[in-house]
């Protein structure tokens, strides 16, 4: 009997994937948590282990392909099964005296359960002479087959999801129909006064740039494509505000430049400022808890874990893997979790378990450069930091002017779970701890 192996949720909030390569092929042999394809999400790029063993029967989405969480996207035959419940039963001779009963159809077809037969027959009975009923199947499949979330948008808004033309496999209704669904309706109502007083002019198509000679077009891979999308998603659903604070590090920086070269040759590893600052980050957070919180709709949830993502540039792309339980962890126990992440992030060898139940991003463009930044909240998380470089600058300090390493932090957050107060008194509280390390302090 074949089985149907669906697209898994591959990390928290992860609503589809796409499928970017198939590892077996038709008739294939697939042993349990062998792995089936590789997947591209939002949040990682990873293998798809099988959930069963058997034989690969039949693929049923191509590669290339985007399909919601919860799609079926292959068939197994199980090992030790057969494709039908008849396959094994040894052939009869059919005489006048065992014609077909109602039990089994006639012979030369494959004997399938009574249930089938019935069902077809209460399925003809239930039709008109236009095929009514399995429209309404059809729709209710439908129905029942769209993700929560899109469940959850056409509840909040008002909408029935079989109103709404689906592009994903099988007519379902995805997220961005429904959200595009809304946000013309939207555009109609708002509009609807105007069009009663003169004629509104259809909308010309979106048309594409000129190309000049020299010109190169790049398609977008499957995780660019990803993180355009989940930043559009973020902007779009949460009002964005942000502030910014300077913080003198010029304690941190001696103590960083006395200890890196014993700590690099003592562990193995690069001391860079960011587990300092995710210490600071962490250690804030339990003073203002609303920072680590996620916005779900029409409630503010609190989380107790602090897991803290860290944003890894990929050159092509952007990704931010967890560090769960950051609470927990030393200075040093953070270096070395850092740099394990950033180090398998860059090898591309992360799996589902590293990008998932992140509380709070850092980042850290500093690293790159950057003296000021307006990060993008990683939704439906509350809030982000960003760190930037340390810069050597002239401030005036009790009436005189020092040159003193500065460091600017700003934090992004969601104005709907909290206010501008609220993520200042955080934000210091950072500043604090930052600036309290001297040259003599001991990183554990």
Do not use: C
Not at 392 to 399: F, G, L, N, Q
């Amino acid at each position: 009997m074949a089985k149907p192996v669906t697209m898994p949720q591959l990390g928290e909030s992860v609503t589809e994937g796409t499928i970017t390569r198939w590892l077996k092929a038709e008739g294939d042999e697939v042993e349990i948590d062998e792995p089936l394809a590789e997947v591209d999400t939002d949040k990682v790029n990873a293998e798809l282990p099988s959930p069963v063993a058997g034989t690969i029967e039949k693929f049923l989405v191509s590669e290339g392909t985007t399909v919601d969480v919860g799609t079926e996207i292959v068939l197994v035959a199980l090992a030790g099964e057969s494709d039908s419940p008849a396959a094994d039963a040894p052939p009869q001779e059919n005489t006048a005296a065992d014609a077909p009963t109602e039990e089994f159809p006639a012979s030369g077809t494959e004997a399938q359960p009574v249930a089938q037969d019935n069902e077809r027959e209460r399925t003809a009975a239930r039709a008109d002479g236009d095929g009514r009923a399995e429209i309404e199947d059809a729709e209710t499949l439908r129905l029942t087959r769209s993700s929560p979330v899109v469940r959850r948008l056409a509840d909040e808004h008002g909408v029935e999801i079989t109103e709404i033309p689906g592009t994903g496999t099988g007519g379902r209704v995805t997220r961005k129909d429904i959200e595009g669904y809304i946000e013309e309706r939207e555009e109609r109502e708002e509009y609807a006064p105007r069009a009663r007083e003169a004629p509104v002019e259809p909308e010309p198509e979106i048309e594409r740039v000129p190309l000049y000679e020299g010109d190169r077009v790049e398609e977008l891979t499957g995780i660019r494509r990803a993180i355009a999308n989940r930043m559009s998603v973020s902007k779009r659903e949460a009002p964005h505000a942000w502030t910014m604070v300077e913080a003198d590090v010029s304690g941190l920086a001696a103590l960083r430049e006395r200890e890196k070269a014993a700590f690099t040759e003592r562990e193995g590893i690069k001391l860079t400022y960011l587990p300092f600052i995710v210490e600071a980050v962490v250690e804030s957070l339990r003073e203002h808890p609303v920072l680590n919180s996620v916005w779900d709709g029409d409630r503010i949830i609190l989380r107790k874990r602090m897991n803290v993502g860290v944003a890894v540039d990929l050159e092509d792309a952007l990704i931010v893997p967890v560090i769960p339980d950051a609470d927990e962890l030393n200075i040093l126990g953070l270096a070395r979790k850092i740099d394990d992440v950033v180090r398998r992030a860059r090898a591309r060898q992360l799996g589902t378990e590293d990008v998932s139940g992140g509380t709070f991003t850092v980042n850290n463009p500093g690293a790159l450069g950057s003296v000021v930044s307006t990060p993008i909240i990683n939704h439906p998380q509350a809030a982000i930091l960003s760190a930037e470089a340390v810069v050597k600058r002239p401030v005036v300090i009790d009436d005189a002017i020092a040159v003193r390493s500065m460091m600017n932090l700003e934090v992004s957050f969601d104005h709907r779970v909290l206010d501008g107060g609220a993520a200042l008194k955080f934000l210091n509280a950072v500043k604090r701890r930052l600036e309290a390390y001297g040259p003599e302090s001991d990183i554990g």
